[in-house]
């Protein structure tokens, strides 16, 4: 079957097969941003956001999206421009293999969309989804409180 | 001098390309025609394979080739990534016709898409004569146990009769006579359970021939000079023809130091002459890679009322598993890197037994057997405490190693050999306790079982060691060129898998020449193209790679300078400066850039490229120290566990970079809570995994974190570069003793597994009661 999507801004449409999920779509296609392997949902790497919300791709069917509006971390800055929320992880180090990175910054990037002033327990709780098991998420939490302030700056 | 870039938050090099999602990882790039390899595991935790029908299989139109025991190279050999030759055990094939554990492969199946493979997994049809299995340890010692290995052909294993894979003793003193001097005399046994690394990278390898027809293995790795000579020797291809090549990884944390998915992938390539691909599933991570040890622990300490310990005793009772890949060093390291901590006790004696059983196959996991022996030690120095009136920080200021000292156990005790003697050339164990029970408030609130409701304050600590790669055996080597703008690229064999170990070489390459991190171009890991290392384990990343980064930056250093003394037709160099990318001589304040001294080396005046070339070899391995003290709530309803403060007070020699230092504090740490709180593999009677994913296996989330505190207590080690020690495997170590002991200090219960679950400490309660 026909898929159409809207990703990072541009208009995309594959064949695929009606039983493969958005993970495995984005990253044939491709979009290897998006990282991943669990197929359960459990480990937030395949974070991408669809229609304003961050989700899991791994648990989404390909076909249910279909007409989407997806963004990946590609989709918020790149090598030549990163957002302010990349620049806070690398200032702060909260980087450490950078695994689960891009999907942790869309849970974020989601979050500030939405509540640009978090509390420290809204951000923990908007990122709980994404394991990392490098650094203990102590200077994740401290980038995405540096990178508020960087976007308030910004304003 | 004051330091230029040491010591300065310079931002990790590779961190641009990991937040932007670039394509970095090994899976990340796509190679055309290129199979997906999929794996048949065992259902039986002990089976010899009577039949495998493959002819269904090899049928299907997409599937290129089958794998099994009947076609593929049948040489024993190790999976452990380890230097040569191997401490561990030659026990296994890329196949094995008799499978030991639930989740050891059978076949693997090549097919052009994942779903056809997966497809022609299901028509493989296996008979299997299915056998007696043995899960318990001490089972699988006696006599009349199952034999976990009996064929002929395994080699370094002390015992296959008894399942005995390593026996290790070593004594100094007579304990023996030391209990008999005590005042008290303490004895705990303590165990410690199968756990995962979980990296969030699963296992990863793809593989091709390359124009000229070599193999080349792109693997998500912590070892690639170690994965190239063993594939080499699994497939019998020279070494010559194999390139590794490792990119970005997706963590490791010691799963990696493991030769898992390359030999397979690259046998698959050589078959077919196709690129080959496998990447490991969640579940196939948790089933079929790596674990921790599990071990059982018996600890013995006399004391004399002084609170001086007289005698200590270890017993370590190690479960290997089906196969004994870093079975003997693991177990050496629960006792080399626990004992010496507390040198005062002159009688001291270790004993280890490692073992067979058919259960899946521990391997190397940060903290690699220290963070099982100080699971048990810790408490038992408390509990020695307990019983003298002695706080646990006094009782550990009065027995800890200090500096210039030295402890027999070094000597005695190595990595599966005879060690090294060392002296402690830095150390600040005091400081380290003294600022960590200030920031926590140990005296304050010790013993005083604050409540609120059914909920119970209390807190606890412990005391670590480890070391800085193994000593007389780990190299690394590297070889730095200048360019013509002055910057410089460094090759070299070192594996940064996440820890930051590429930005701490720009960083001491940066400070020996006097440029920015900026002017250095780090290429690490390719066996075509970098000079040796042996990898990264051990705590080995700043130490060993560092000190070779080091060597090489010396010795283009003084060919610069010799350029420049002709340059200003001075006598000698002795006392020119490099800063700012400039070489000066304070006596005639003439300045030459590097840049200019590029330009004339390669295009102008006597042309030669210059190129510094370093190896470095530790005659000893200085141990890191650490003193943690945490402060838990525990609910007597629910037994329920939550960590409030953690403070982990950290010693590691001259810190390069302290916010990447930060990060590997925290990181072990919230890694060692998981692993006392709630990580655990849950086995069925027929010995498979009852919770391969992160629904029933629960690492910590964000959620999870308590309140974490690093405070890094900088020494200067004259071994290391700059001063600088390890950092990334100490700190796994402490929360298991440390919360066991604050358990303790709350409620008066002591529980003698990990990880402390609600189930447990309710039944701990009760029983008390």
């Given at each position: 079957m026909k898929v159409h999507y809207k990703i990072n801004e541009k208009d995309y449409s594959f064949e695929i097969?009606?039983?493969?999920?958005l993970l495995d779509v984005l990253r044939e296609n491709?979009?290897?941003?998006?990282k991943g392997n669990c197929?359960?949902?459990?480990?937030?790497?395949c974070t991408v956001i669809i229609n304003g919300a961050p989700k899991?791709?791994?648990?989404?069917?390909a076909a249910q999206v279909n007409d989407a509006e997806i963004i990946t971390i590609k989709g918020i800055g790149s090598v030549l421009k990163p957002h302010p929320l990349q620049e806070a992880f690398i200032k702060k180090g909260a980087?450490?293999?950078?695994?689960?990175t891009p999907g942790t910054i869309l849970s974020a990037y989601a979050l500030l969309q939405k509540n640009p002033n978090p509390t420290d327990e809204e951000i923990k709780r908007a990122i709980?989804?994404?394991?990392?098991?490098?650094?203990?998420?102590v200077q994740q939490i401290e980038a995405i409180k540096f990178a508020i302030k960087l976007l308030t700056e910004e304003k | 001098m004051e330091n230029k870039v040491i010591g300065k938050d310079v931002n990790k090099i590779d961190a641009l390309g990991l937040v932007t999602g670039?394509?970095?990882?090994?899976?990340d790039i796509k190679l055309p025609n290129m199979l997906h390899i999929k794996f048949l595991y065992s259902p039986h935790a002990n089976a010899i394979i009577e039949d495998i029908d493959t002819s269904e299989a090899e049928k299907?139109?997409?599937?290129?080739l089958v794998l099994t025991y009947k076609n593929t190279p049948q040489v024993c050999h190790t999976t452990a990534g380890q230097g040569?030759?191997?401490?561990?055990?030659?026990?296994?094939?890329?196949?094995?016709?008799h499978v030991r554990y639930v989740?050891?492969?059978v076949a693997a199946v090549a097919a052009e898409t994942e779903e056809a493979a997966q497809e022609a997994l299901k028509l493989i049809k296996v008979k299997y004569n299915v056998l007696p299995k043995v899960f318990d340890p001490e089972e699988a010692l006696k006599d009349s146990a199952v034999k976990v290995h009996e064929e002929e052909?395994?080699?370094?294993?002390?015992?296959p009769k008894r399942n005995l894979v390593s026996h290790i003793e070593v004594k100094a003193g007579d304990v023996e006579k030391g209990f008999k001097e005590a005042d008290v005399v303490v004895e705990h046994t303590f165990e410690t359970q199968f756990a995962?690394?979980?990296?969030?990278?699963?296992h990863a390898t793809i593989s091709y021939l390359d124009e000229n027809g070599r193999i080349v293995i792109r693997t998500s790795t912590q070892v690639p000079y170690h994965v190239r000579r063993i594939v080499s020797q699994v497939l019998s291809?020279?070494?010559?023809k194999i390139r590794v090549i490792k990119p970005?990884?997706?963590?490791?944390?010691?799963?990696?130091q493991e030769i898992i998915l390359e030999e397979v992938c690259a046998f698959v390539t050589l078959k077919t002459g196709k690129p080959a691909r496998a990447v490991y599933t969640r579940e196939e991570e948790f089933i079929s890679s790596r674990t921790r040890h599990p071990m059982k622990i018996t600890v013995k300490i006399g004391a004399k009322?002084?609170?001086?310990?007289t005698a200590i005793k270890m017993y370590a009772l190690s479960n290997t598993g089906a196969y004994g890949t870093h079975g003997l060093t693991v177990a050496s390291n629960t006792g080399s890197k626990t004992?010496?901590?507390?040198?005062?006790?002159p009688n001291v004696e270790f004993i280890a037994d490692v073992v067979y059983t058919n259960l899946p196959v521990p391997g190397a996991y940060r903290g690699y057997g220290a963070t099982q022996g100080y699971a048990c030690l810790e408490q038992v120095v408390d509990m020695v405490a307990e019983k003298l009136n002695i706080d646990p920080i006094t009782i550990r200021k009065i027995n800890h190693i200090r500096k210039g000292e030295t402890s027999p156990i070094f000597e005695a005790l190595g990595e599966g050999r005879e060690g090294v003697v060392q002296y402690i050339e830095s150390e600040s164990i005091d400081t380290l306790i003294d600022i960590g029970a200030k920031e926590i408030g140990f005296f304050e609130k010790w013993?005083?079982?604050?409540?609120n409701g059914s909920k119970v304050r209390g807190v606890g600590m412990s005391l670590h060691m480890q070391g800085s790669?193994?000593?007389?055996?780990d190299m690394g080597s590297s070889i730095i060129k200048l360019n013509e703008d002055g910057s410089v690229n460094v090759l070299y064999g070192g594996t940064d898998i996440g820890t930051g170990l590429d930005t701490v070489v720009a960083q001491i390459v940066g400070e020996v020449l006097g440029i920015?991190?900026?002017?250095v171009i780090v290429y690490p890991s390719d066996t075509d193209i970098t000079p040796f290392d042996k990898g990264?384990?051990?705590?080995?990343?700043?130490y060993i790679s560092g000190g070779a980064v080091k060597a090489a930056a010396i010795n283009l250093r003084d060919q610069i300078l010799k350029v420049a003394r002709e340059m200003f037709k001075?006598?000698?160099?002795?006392?020119y400066i490099l800063e700012n990318g400039f070489v000066i001589s304070?006596?005639?304040?003439k300045k030459v850039s590097l840049s200019e001294i590029a330009y004339d080396t390669l295009y102008?005046?006597?042309?030669k490229q210059l190129i510094g070339i370093g190896s470095f070899m530790s005659e000893s391995s200085p141990p890191p120290f650490a003193a943690h003290f945490v402060e838990i709530e525990v609910d007597e309803e629910t037994g329920i566990i939550t960590p409030i403060k953690y403070v982990a007070a950290v010693?590691?020699?001259?810190?390069?970079n302290p916010e990447l230092t930060r990060g590997q504090i925290i990181g072990a740490i919230v890694n060692g809570i998981g692993y006392a709180l709630s990580e655990e593999y849950k086995f069925g009677?027929?010995?498979?995994?009852?919770?391969?994913?992160f629904f029933d296996y629960r690492i910590p989330s964000?959620?999870?974190?308590?309140?974490i505190l690093p405070i890094i207590v900088e020494t200067f080690d004259?071994?290391?570069?700059?001063?600088a020690k390890s950092v990334?495997?100490?700190?796994?170590?402490?929360p298991i003793p440390a919360i066991g002991n604050a358990l303790f200090d709350a409620l008066g219960i002591r529980l003698?597994?990990?990880?402390?679950t609600p189930e447990k400490v309710l039944k701990a309660i009760r029983n008390k009661q």
């Amino acid at each position: 079957m026909k898929v159409h999507y809207k990703i990072n801004e541009k208009d995309y449409s594959f064949e695929i097969h009606p039983g493969k999920v958005l993970l495995d779509v984005l990253r044939e296609n491709g979009f290897t941003e998006v990282k991943g392997n669990c197929y359960m949902g459990t480990c937030g790497a395949c974070t991408v956001i669809i229609n304003g919300a961050p989700k899991t791709s791994c648990t989404v069917l390909a076909a249910q999206v279909n007409d989407a509006e997806i963004i990946t971390i590609k989709g918020i800055g790149s090598v030549l421009k990163p957002h302010p929320l990349q620049e806070a992880f690398i200032k702060k180090g909260a980087v450490q293999c950078g695994y689960c990175t891009p999907g942790t910054i869309l849970s974020a990037y989601a979050l500030l969309q939405k509540n640009p002033n978090p509390t420290d327990e809204e951000i923990k709780r908007a990122i709980d989804g994404n394991l990392c098991r490098c650094t203990g998420y102590v200077q994740q939490i401290e980038a995405i409180k540096f990178a508020i302030k960087l976007l308030t700056e910004e304003k | 001098m004051e330091n230029k870039v040491i010591g300065k938050d310079v931002n990790k090099i590779d961190a641009l390309g990991l937040v932007t999602g670039e394509p970095v990882f090994t899976d990340d790039i796509k190679l055309p025609n290129m199979l997906h390899i999929k794996f048949l595991y065992s259902p039986h935790a002990n089976a010899i394979i009577e039949d495998i029908d493959t002819s269904e299989a090899e049928k299907l139109p997409q599937v290129h080739l089958v794998l099994t025991y009947k076609n593929t190279p049948q040489v024993c050999h190790t999976t452990a990534g380890q230097g040569w030759p191997e401490p561990s055990p030659y026990d296994t094939c890329m196949f094995n016709k008799h499978v030991r554990y639930v989740g050891e492969r059978v076949a693997a199946v090549a097919a052009e898409t994942e779903e056809a493979a997966q497809e022609a997994l299901k028509l493989i049809k296996v008979k299997y004569n299915v056998l007696p299995k043995v899960f318990d340890p001490e089972e699988a010692l006696k006599d009349s146990a199952v034999k976990v290995h009996e064929e002929e052909y395994i080699q370094g294993v002390v015992d296959p009769k008894r399942n005995l894979v390593s026996h290790i003793e070593v004594k100094a003193g007579d304990v023996e006579k030391g209990f008999k001097e005590a005042d008290v005399v303490v004895e705990h046994t303590f165990e410690t359970q199968f756990a995962q690394h979980c990296p969030i990278e699963t296992h990863a390898t793809i593989s091709y021939l390359d124009e000229n027809g070599r193999i080349v293995i792109r693997t998500s790795t912590q070892v690639p000079y170690h994965v190239r000579r063993i594939v080499s020797q699994v497939l019998s291809v020279p070494l010559s023809k194999i390139r590794v090549i490792k990119p970005r990884i997706g963590g490791g944390f010691g799963s990696k130091q493991e030769i898992i998915l390359e030999e397979v992938c690259a046998f698959v390539t050589l078959k077919t002459g196709k690129p080959a691909r496998a990447v490991y599933t969640r579940e196939e991570e948790f089933i079929s890679s790596r674990t921790r040890h599990p071990m059982k622990i018996t600890v013995k300490i006399g004391a004399k009322k002084d609170g001086k310990f007289t005698a200590i005793k270890m017993y370590a009772l190690s479960n290997t598993g089906a196969y004994g890949t870093h079975g003997l060093t693991v177990a050496s390291n629960t006792g080399s890197k626990t004992l010496p901590l507390y040198n005062k006790a002159p009688n001291v004696e270790f004993i280890a037994d490692v073992v067979y059983t058919n259960l899946p196959v521990p391997g190397a996991y940060r903290g690699y057997g220290a963070t099982q022996g100080y699971a048990c030690l810790e408490q038992v120095v408390d509990m020695v405490a307990e019983k003298l009136n002695i706080d646990p920080i006094t009782i550990r200021k009065i027995n800890h190693i200090r500096k210039g000292e030295t402890s027999p156990i070094f000597e005695a005790l190595g990595e599966g050999r005879e060690g090294v003697v060392q002296y402690i050339e830095s150390e600040s164990i005091d400081t380290l306790i003294d600022i960590g029970a200030k920031e926590i408030g140990f005296f304050e609130k010790w013993g005083k079982k604050i409540r609120n409701g059914s909920k119970v304050r209390g807190v606890g600590m412990s005391l670590h060691m480890q070391g800085s790669g193994i000593p007389k055996i780990d190299m690394g080597s590297s070889i730095i060129k200048l360019n013509e703008d002055g910057s410089v690229n460094v090759l070299y064999g070192g594996t940064d898998i996440g820890t930051g170990l590429d930005t701490v070489v720009a960083q001491i390459v940066g400070e020996v020449l006097g440029i920015k991190p900026d002017s250095v171009i780090v290429y690490p890991s390719d066996t075509d193209i970098t000079p040796f290392d042996k990898g990264a384990y051990a705590s080995s990343g700043t130490y060993i790679s560092g000190g070779a980064v080091k060597a090489a930056a010396i010795n283009l250093r003084d060919q610069i300078l010799k350029v420049a003394r002709e340059m200003f037709k001075e006598l000698d160099s002795k006392d020119y400066i490099l800063e700012n990318g400039f070489v000066i001589s304070p006596r005639s304040a003439k300045k030459v850039s590097l840049s200019e001294i590029a330009y004339d080396t390669l295009y102008v005046k006597k042309q030669k490229q210059l190129i510094g070339i370093g190896s470095f070899m530790s005659e000893s391995s200085p141990p890191p120290f650490a003193a943690h003290f945490v402060e838990i709530e525990v609910d007597e309803e629910t037994g329920i566990i939550t960590p409030i403060k953690y403070v982990a007070a950290v010693d590691c020699g001259k810190v390069i970079n302290p916010e990447l230092t930060r990060g590997q504090i925290i990181g072990a740490i919230v890694n060692g809570i998981g692993y006392a709180l709630s990580e655990e593999y849950k086995f069925g009677e027929n010995g498979r995994m009852l919770n391969p994913n992160f629904f029933d296996y629960r690492i910590p989330s964000s959620r999870d974190v308590p309140e974490i505190l690093p405070i890094i207590v900088e020494t200067f080690d004259p071994t290391g570069p700059f001063g600088a020690k390890s950092v990334s495997e100490i700190n796994i170590n402490g929360p298991i003793p440390a919360i066991g002991n604050a358990l303790f200090d709350a409620l008066g219960i002591r529980l003698n597994s990990s990880p402390y679950t609600p189930e447990k400490v309710l039944k701990a309660i009760r029983n008390k009661q």
